[in-house]
């Protein structure tokens, strides 16, 4: 094998590489915020919303759950476009990103929700609470730090994920690899940069995660329990 | 401009065939070397727990697609670029499926209560036969409802393939929306197809892990 | 003076199975009535229904003045006079022992945090944990977890309180913990239902006991006469506990 590897041709292109590694975690923290707030209304839907929304809910979920991203992300772009509406590639992207990871979301916090024994409800009934305040301090709370790993895990893979929107050339961190290879002709080292980039992403993410969780969920941190 | 037609159908359907192929390849694949890299993720040799570990954080913290080209580069350099793409789409699927896998059946293995070794270890058993004998037959059965659920990942994760300038399910109806520029009938056609192939895989996961709990109560 | 918690002639069902067969009874202000019987004799069922957590299907209940069996029950207003006290504890496992009393006072009454921080101390003092306001249930015993329980119902200050089996889960030692709060709290003048298997603690507290029988109040007789019953069937149920 003769082959020589040159990384020395991609040194020019580290802003652009830098320009890749932050849109890409912007896509990700919009999408991970949206996605979470939405799945866990459309799980709270599915739980405890009238039966015709518990249907379309658990429809929606499915459909999503069993079709692949790109796909969907596909039938964002051009479906926006065919509707004669002009859409940046990279709020298309968003938009592909949040209706996928509502879904996923939505079933790991419906989890959480069936996890919260009944008895809970009926201590916060008994106490006075309304069906708001016993669903947020009750329910939802305990719900979300049982199923916090779950959840950082779905969106560690959501920010992984995220470099298939570079196939509608959002100008996430694989589009920019794209393009910088095909300038450099050093594809193969381009490659090995932009996948080490990602996996120190997806190790900052999960830190950073975990620092959240340790911040919100005081018991966990008081109690020493691995989250 | 030509419109969604039947003939485009068929051209689907025949792609729709490539992904359950492609999806066969990485499921038999990651298997194989998943199974070996769950076994060493729980071995007592250090070295191979560290390697092992370090090899599914590899895979786990890389997308999917940047594993796929670098298969496609790589392959090229070592001079097998005139293999068929279906070659180079099957190798980075099963990396990709191996490190889940591995992982997935990991936690199945140690799943089973550390009891359980000893009460063998006792009985006099070899680790491997402690292995094979004790523990996998009911690892195994915990793991069949994940195993499942993940064949679903394998089949939509295909659809990456097209990088590497393999045709199949999500390539096809890409190269018929650029010639119809239908997007709302191809992909949907496209979603539905898929749907029709994970579906029945996610609803036959949920069935097994619901025979389990209540096998367990 | 009119009875703080009135029931006439309830009955309820689960599917087949009649649990409350026509149970009426009174109980006074400042009253501690205990309710025995086998289990399945409906005793923890009248309870439940008491704060309209069981649905009846005839006769009626009237707690401090709501009617608990008509169409315009405003449960909330009902959950403000009336305490209960779980067997399971059903401490809120994500909030310490302080923030489990706060959560109420502050999201029902609207009492500022301040000044609930000061309520739940003041009632971790009467259960005698004042030294466990930061502790998670899973880091308190049984019978401290229970105290915390009947601490927070105190907090919300309720005119009548419910204890459901609350030491039925315990062992001994942790028993009488509880139930010297519990004692405290009648002393106190708190109007209070308990459905209990200590008749011990029913001899020696309770104004009044109610013995349950398939579904009917079978006898009523002061606690300190429990050793003294008028029907066979409750000397043999006491017979057999002693």
Known sequence: ?227 | MPSFGLGHLWFLLIAAGWTIALSAIAFLGGGVLGFFIALARISESRLLRGLSGAYVQLVQGTPLLILLFLIYFGLAIIGLDQLPALIAAGAGLTIYSSGFLAEIWRGCLQSVPKTQWEAAECLAMTRWQRLTRVILPQAMRIATAPTVGFLVQIVKNTSLASVVGFVELSQAGKLINNSTFQPFAVFLTVAALYFLICYPLSAWSRGLERRLNVGRR | MSAVVKLTDVHKSFGPLKVLNGVSFEVGRGEVVAMIGQSGSGKSTALRCINALEKIEQGSIEVCGHAIHGEKLDKRALRLDVGIVFQSYNLFPHLTAEQNIMLAPTCVKGIGRREARELARDCLNRVGLADKAGHYPEQLSGGQQQRVAIARSLAMQPKVMLFDEVTSALDPQLTGEVLRVMEDLARGGMTMILVTHEMGFARKVATHVIYMRQGKVWEVLPGHRLNDPDTPELREFIGSDL
């Open chain 1, 1 to 227: 094998m003769t082959y020589q590897f040159e990384f020395s041709s991609l040194l020019p292109y580290w802003r652009e590489f830098l320009d890749g590694v932050w849109l890409t975690l912007q896509l990700s923290a919009i999408s991970t915020v949206l996605g979470f707030t939405g799945g866990a209304l459309c799980a709270i839907a599915r739980a405890d919303g009238p039966p015709w929304l518990k249907r379309v809910v658990g429809a929606y979920v499915e459909v999503i759950r069993n079709t692949p991203l790109l796909v969907q992300v596909f039938l964002v772009y051009f479906g926006i476009a065919v509707l004669g509406i002009r859409v940046d590639a990279n709020l298309a992207a968003v938009l592909a990103l949040v209706v996928n990871v509502v879904a996923y979301t939505c079933e790991i916090m419906r989890a959480g929700i069936e996890s919260v024994h009944k008895a809970q409800v009926e201590a916060a009934e008994c106490l006075g609470l309304n069906r708001r305040q016993t669903y947020w301090h009750v329910i939802l709370r305990p719900a979300i730090e049982r199923v916090y790993p779950a959840l950082v895990s779905q969106y560690v893979l959501l920010m992984l994920a995220s470099s298939i929107t570079s196939q509608i050339s959002a100008e996430e961190l694989t589009a920019v690899a794209n393009r910088i290879q095909s300038d450099t002709f050093r594809s193969f080292e381009t490659y090995i940069v932009v996948g080490l980039l990602y996996l120190a992403l997806s190790f900052v993410v999960r830190w950073a995660f975990w620092g959240f969780g340790m911040l919100v969920f005081t018991r966990r941190r008081k109690l020493g329990t691995a989250l």
